[in-house]
């Protein structure tokens, strides 16, 4: 029997004792008639302490087993805790800790026995460590921390510690689980957004976030503040529509086009500044969630000068063909390295009496009756951009055969990055017989004066 056993025995045999005695004071008081038997009462008085003294055995042997009950599970709770478990006293002691705490920190239980609370510590925190202690003391506590495993790892960690009582002394029980895993998934969320920000804000094109729900901007970057002249209060919770960024035309045309594809991509809007200046735009959405909410990311490109140029060009173009088909000559469009015919105007059409489209699969020899004069004078080596270039007569034939004398004037310039020549084709066949009739009567005018 344990010491403790046998000091609950010993009190429980004292107070037979003393019961005993009691009950023959009280034997002392009854009526000699009914003291014939002292014997008997004497036994009555054992008996009744002896079973007094075994039920307070058997009372302390069931409070021992609850209590060795309650120790046993307590052992098996700290021991199979996922988490690692220190007791501490009330200096920063540790007094105890569970196998859980020997692997993460790589110390075993008789070394942490010789540590204090802030030799766990990253050195940078070991100076707050006593005072982590004092709270925990008052009133229990949770915090974010970082520890110093044997090998000099910082790890992450979030600590319960709550006081409890020690014999009497005051103490903490202390709960550490690793957050290593939710921290770096923080940190991978924290760049992937600072990323997103980064680009977001910084790029070239006008980018906004808007709310489906009611439409509103929720943000926008500075290039789409600048592409249409707005603050950002001024965007900012706001819809395009309050804004009067939309033509009715355009603004149907956006709507219609987003129900049709569910989202767009490259699709050419034209919206309006504050100021009310026209701004062509290359539009594109994308739907993402939001805190809980659908919202569309977009981006506006600012094609103004682009569509400004495309309209300039067209305008020249048709300019240029006007022009070209007024002109009473016969215009060929030639490629200078092969002599391919790229356009040809309708007076050379009927010239050389072929349709517009068969000249295009001709080359310039094709048309000539001396083509290899035709490949000397017009694709020699010395041939440069902006060179001009004058035959002033040359034998061409038409499609059905007949040969007439041309003059050619023309220039050559370089078009995406090869060299063409536009030739200007004049018909002299009545011109060369007239300058022949002209000299045969001067001729004949001579002849006569000499006679």
């Given at each position: 029997?344990?010491?403790?056993?046998?000091t609950?025995?010993?009190?429980?045999?004292?107070?037979?004792?003393?019961?005993?005695?009691?009950?023959?004071?009280?034997?002392?008081?009854?009526?000699?008639?009914?003291t014939?038997?002292?014997?008997?009462?004497?036994?009555?008085?054992?008996?009744?302490?002896?079973?007094?003294?075994?039920?307070?055995?058997?009372?302390?042997?069931?409070?021992?087993?609850?209590?060795?009950?309650?120790?046993?599970?307590?052992?098996?709770?700290?021991?199979?805790?996922?988490?690692?478990?220190?007791?501490?006293?009330?200096?920063?002691n540790?007094?105890?800790?569970?196998p859980?705490?020997?692997?993460?920190?790589?110390?075993?239980?008789?070394?942490?026995?010789?540590?204090?609370?802030?030799?766990?510590?990253?050195?940078?925190?070991?100076?707050?460590?006593?005072?982590?202690?004092?709270?925990?003391?008052?009133?229990?506590?949770?915090?974010?921390?970082r520890?110093?495993?044997?090998?000099?790892?910082?790890?992450?960690?979030?600590?319960?510690?709550?006081?409890?009582?020690?014999?009497?002394?005051?103490?903490?029980?202390?709960?550490?689980?690793?957050?290593?895993?939710?921290?770096?998934?923080?940190?991978?969320?924290?760049?992937?957004?600072?990323?997103?920000?980064?680009?977001?804000?910084?790029?070239?094109?006008?980018?906004?976030?808007?709310?489906?729900?009611?439409?509103?901007?929720?943000d926008?970057?500075?290039?789409?503040?600048?592409?249409?002249?707005?603050?950002r209060?001024?965007?900012?919770?706001?819809?395009?529509?309050?804004?009067?960024?939309?033509?009715?035309?355009?603004?149907?045309?956006?709507?219609?086009?987003q129900?049709?594809?569910?989202?767009?991509?490259?699709?050419e809007?034209?919206?309006?500044?504050?100021?009310?200046?026209?701004?062509?735009?290359?539009?594109?959405?994308?739907?993402?969630?939001?805190?809980?909410?659908?919202?569309?990311?977009?981006?506006?490109?600012?094609?103004?000068?682009?569509?400004?140029?495309?309209?300039?060009l067209?305008?020249?173009?048709?300019?240029?063909?006007?022009?070209?088909?007024?002109?009473?000559?016969?215009?060929?469009?030639?490629?200078?390295?092969?002599?391919?015919?790229?356009?040809?105007?309708?007076?050379?059409?009927?010239?050389?009496?072929?349709?517009?489209?068969?000249?295009?699969?001709?080359?310039?020899?094709?048309?000539?009756?001396?083509?290899?004069?035709?490949?000397?004078?017009?694709?020699?080596?010395t041939?440069?951009?902006?060179?001009?270039?004058?035959?002033?007569?040359?034998?061409?034939?038409?499609?059905?055969?007949?040969v007439?004398?041309?003059?050619?004037?023309?220039?050559?310039?370089?078009?995406?990055?090869?060299?063409?020549?536009?030739?200007?084709?004049?018909?002299?066949?009545?011109?060369?017989?007239?300058?022949?009739?002209?000299?045969?009567?001067?001729?004949?005018?001579?002849?006569?004066?000499?006679?």
């Open positions: 029997m344990g010491f403790p056993a046998l609950m025995a010993l009190m429980g045999y004292r107070q037979a004792l003393t019961l005993s005695s009691a009950l023959s004071m009280e034997v002392a008081k009854i009526p000699p008639a009914t014939e038997l002292p014997g008997l009462a004497v036994s009555i008085l054992g008996l009744l302490a002896i079973i007094f003294l075994e039920h307070l055995l058997v009372q302390h042997h069931d409070e021992h087993e609850a209590l060795r009950e309650s120790e046993a599970r307590y052992h098996q709770l700290f021991d199979v805790s996922p988490d690692a478990l220190f007791i501490l006293d009330a200096s920063g540790f007094l105890d800790c569970n859980v705490a020997e692997k993460h920190y790589g110390y075993s239980r008789q070394e942490f026995m010789q540590m204090k609370v802030r030799d766990l510590a990253a050195p940078d925190l070991r100076d707050q460590a006593a005072e982590r202690v004092k709270r925990a003391l008052d009133s229990g506590m949770t915090f974010e921390w520890h110093l495993c044997k090998d000099g790892t910082q790890i992450p960690v979030e600590i319960g510690a709550a006081p409890i009582s020690l014999a009497g002394q005051q103490g903490i029980l202390a709960s550490v689980r690793s957050i290593s895993e939710r921290v770096q998934a923080d940190e991978k969320l924290r760049r992937s957004e600072e990323l997103f920000s980064n680009a977001f804000h910084t790029s070239p094109a006008g980018k906004t976030i808007t709310r489906i729900k009611d439409g509103k901007f929720i926008a970057n500075e290039a789409f503040l600048q592409m249409f002249e707005f603050s209060d001024e965007v900012i919770g706001h819809t395009s529509t309050e804004l009067n960024m939309w033509t009715p035309e355009e603004r149907k045309k956006l709507i219609a086009e129900i049709r594809s569910g989202g767009l991509q490259n699709f809007l034209e919206a309006r500044a504050k100021s009310g200046q026209i701004v062509n735009i290359l539009f594109s959405s994308k739907s993402l969630e939001f805190l809980g909410e659908t919202h569309h990311i977009t981006t506006m490109i600012d094609i103004t000068e682009r569509v400004q140029a495309e309209k300039g067209r305008e020249s173009e048709a300019l240029y063909h006007e022009l070209f088909e007024a002109e009473s000559d016969s215009i060929f469009l030639i490629e200078n390295a092969t002599g391919r015919i790229h356009e040809a105007n309708s007076a050379a059409a009927a010239l050389y009496g072929y349709a517009s489209d068969e000249l295009l699969t001709l080359r310039d020899v094709d048309l000539a009756a001396e083509p290899e004069t035709i490949r000397k004078s017009t694709n020699g080596p041939v440069t951009d902006g060179q001009a270039v004058y035959l002033p007569v040359r034998y061409h034939r038409k499609k059905d055969g007949t007439f004398p041309v003059e050619i004037t023309g220039r050559v310039f370089n078009r995406h990055g090869n060299l063409f020549r536009v030739a200007a084709i004049r018909d002299i066949t009545e011109r060369l017989q007239a300058e022949k009739l002209l000299l045969e009567s001067e001729e004949r005018l001579r002849l006569s004066t000499e006679l």
